[in-house]
């Protein structure tokens, strides 16, 4: 009885040895570079049969020996190499002369099946895998997603993919239905033709506008056969969404002078989820001017947009600029520093510019200095001639006050006064000359052979051609100097006759009535 068993054993070894080296590649035979394995079903019942083709790719087709096996489930099914029985987890068959070999899955009962074809030579080249689905019944449906937990934020929509196979043995059509309380859902369709083994994908649109977690049920059943069905459970986890905006400014502080637009540049960040409307505003002291190139900004997620900020100011100070921006769901501020620098300025004017007057009468000039700075400051002023006022003023910003320069001489002649003004904070000085011209009596005028004269000793010359009276010669001659504008405006004094410190018509009329009450 050993003698039998040792017999039967070496003849198994001896059938395997066989099989092996049948397999293998004969010296000089070319290598299988790749198989493409196929198959005429990818569902049947649990009495079905597909069919496996395998081809291979190679510089000599036929009479290459290719094995078919059962990879994963091996007890669902079984090969075979006709037909006609099954055989095995393994077969094997050689190609034709087109490089093809076929081989048979015989289902045993339900489930999914992976079958791959190899050729085993100097190398080992195998196929692509495929899996045939076996059912006990002859028409069925099946649901899946590769992403069944979605997160969203309230009022934000997301999109399912849900993939529909027909794991029935025929054609059929198949209903979607959505079950989702609170959220709202939509379907790309509502219905899906599919042959056997087909699979089509559904498209499922769902949100909610309050938070929570949701639990949505989709449904696929056979219109023809209801007792097809399938059911997928997804899962919506729906939150607020976060709201943040962000300013950045370019610089924090600007130095300018009073009255100098200081200019910032502030980046407006929407650090939120979702697109929000930024109203901007502006805090600061009412000393400042300031504004924003615009008061509002909409903003995507992530989305920034450049505001700029124009500032300016008189007085010497650093001035603190707060930059707001509010939505209906946030706020946040930056602030920005304005300092104006300390400048010491002002104006002096001193009228009239020319002066004629009687030995030893006064001629009096009017000085007016105005701060033109944005500091408060005193002034020294001084004269190289004359009496001032005053010789000290001090002035608040955009202040000014006048005092007066008094000269008189008893000496005729040109006089150049020079006024001189310091400021006390700077030490800066700005100076201005007056003229002053000192006269006895006017001089002779234009269409005259000699000085006019005071015929009444009262200070104005009635004698204007000078012959020592006073005839109607004297009123002609002034009419006609007068209207020619041949007076110098000097002279005003001696010929204001009416009293206005204006030469007029009226003067004329005066020394015609004097002239005619002679």
């Known amino acids: 009885m050993k003698v039998v068993k040792i017999g039967i054993l070496v003849a198994l070894a001896m059938l395997a040895m066989t099989s092996i080296v049948a397999s293998q590649a004969p010296p000089g035979v070319p290598p299988v570079t790749s198989i493409d394995l196929s198959t005429d079903r990818v569902v049947i019942s649990t009495t079905g049969i597909a069919?496996?083709?395998?081809?291979?790719?190679?510089?000599?087709?036929?009479?290459?020996?290719?094995?078919?096996?059962?990879?994963?489930?091996?007890?669902?099914a079984d090969l075979g190499t006709t037909p006609d029985e099954p055989e095995g987890d393994s077969v094997s068959d050689r190609t034709n002369a087109s490089g093809v070999a076929t081989a048979y899955l015989f289902a045993v009962s339900e489930g999914n099946v992976t079958v791959q074809a190899c050729w085993y030579g100097e190398t080992t080249v195998c196929s692509n895998t495929i899996t045939i689905l076996i059912v006990s019944t002859p028409y069925g449906v099946s649901l899946s997603t590769a992403d069944p937990v979605k997160d969203a934020l309230t009022g934000q929509s997301v999109q399912f993919s849900i993939q529909v196979l027909n794991t029935g043995l025929y054609a059929d059509n198949f209903?979607?239905?959505?079950?989702?309380?609170?959220?709202?859902?939509?379907?790309?369709?509502?219905?899906i033709e599919l042959n056997s083994g087909q699979e089509g994908t559904v498209l499922l649109t769902a949100y909610s506008n309050q938070p929570g977690n949701y639990t949505i049920t989709v449904t696929a059943t056979s219109?023809?056969?209801?007792?097809?069905?399938?059911?997928?459970?997804?899962?919506?986890?729906?939150?607020?969404?976060?709201?943040?905006?962000?300013?950045?400014?370019?610089?924090?502080?600007?130095?300018?002078?009073?009255?100098?637009?200081?200019?910032?540049?502030?980046?407006?960040?929407?650090?939120?989820?979702?697109?929000?409307?930024?109203?901007?505003?502006?805090?600061?002291?009412?000393?400042?001017t300031a504004s924003l190139s615009t008061n509002s900004v909409t903003l995507n997620p992530n989305e920034s947009q450049v505001v700029q900020l124009t500032a300016h100011a008189f007085l010497p100070a650093t001035y603190p600029i707060t930059v707001t921006a509010t939505s209906a769901n946030t706020e946040n501020s930056t602030t920005v520093y304005l300092t104006v620098r300390t400048v010491y300025s002002f104006t002096l004017s001193v009228l009239p510019k020319d002066i004629t007057v009687l030995v030893n009468d006064t001629a009096t000039f009017t000085i007016t200095i105005t701060n033109t700075g944005n500091v408060p400051d005193s002034?020294?002023?001084?004269?190289?001639?004359?009496?001032?006022?005053?010789?000290?003023?001090?002035?608040?910003?955009g202040e000014s006050e006048t005092i007066?320069?008094?000269?008189?001489?008893?000496?005729?002649?040109?006089?150049?006064?020079?006024?001189?003004?310091?400021?006390?904070?700077?030490?800066?000085?700005?100076?201005?000359?007056?003229?002053?011209?000192?006269?006895?009596?006017?001089?002779?005028?234009?269409?005259?052979?000699?000085?006019?004269?005071?015929?009444?000793?009262?200070?104005?010359?009635?004698?204007?051609?000078?012959?020592?009276?006073?005839?109607?010669?004297?009123?002609?001659?002034f009419f006609t100097d007068w209207m020619m504008d041949l007076i110098p405006s000097q002279y005003t004094q001696f010929f204001d006759f009416d009293g206005d410190n204006l030469l007029s018509f009226d003067d004329v009329k005066e020394l015609f009535f004097e002239w005619l009450l002679s």
């Open 175 to 191: 209903s979607i239905t959505v079950n989702a309380p609170g959220v709202v859902t939509q379907l790309d369709k509502q219905y």
């Open 379 to 397: 002034y020294t002023i001084a004269s190289d001639a004359g009496q001032l006022s005053t010789s000290i003023i001090s002035l608040g910003v």
């Open 51 to 76: 069919q496996l083709t395998a081809q291979i790719q190679s510089d000599q087709l036929n009479d290459r020996l290719i094995t078919f096996e059962i990879v994963s489930n091996a007890q669902r």
């Open 223 to 288: 219109v023809d056969h209801p007792e097809a069905t399938d059911t997928l459970t997804l899962y919506l986890n729906v939150r607020e969404p976060i709201h943040n905006v962000i300013l950045t400014p370019d610089q924090q502080i600007i130095e300018v002078d009073p009255n100098e637009n200081a200019i910032f540049s502030i980046t407006i960040t929407n650090a939120g989820e979702v697109t929000e409307t930024f109203a901007l505003s502006l805090t600061h002291d009412p000393n400042v």
């Open 404 to 477: 007066y320069l008094n000269f008189s001489s008893s000496t005729s002649g040109q006089y150049i006064i020079t006024i001189n003004v310091t400021s006390v904070g700077s030490g800066s000085s700005v100076s201005d000359t007056v003229n002053v011209t000192v006269i006895s009596s006017p001089g002779t005028l234009p269409g005259a052979e000699n000085p006019p004269t005071d015929t009444d000793n009262d200070g104005l010359y009635e004698d204007v051609d000078g012959d020592g009276m006073l005839t109607f010669e004297d009123v002609k001659l």
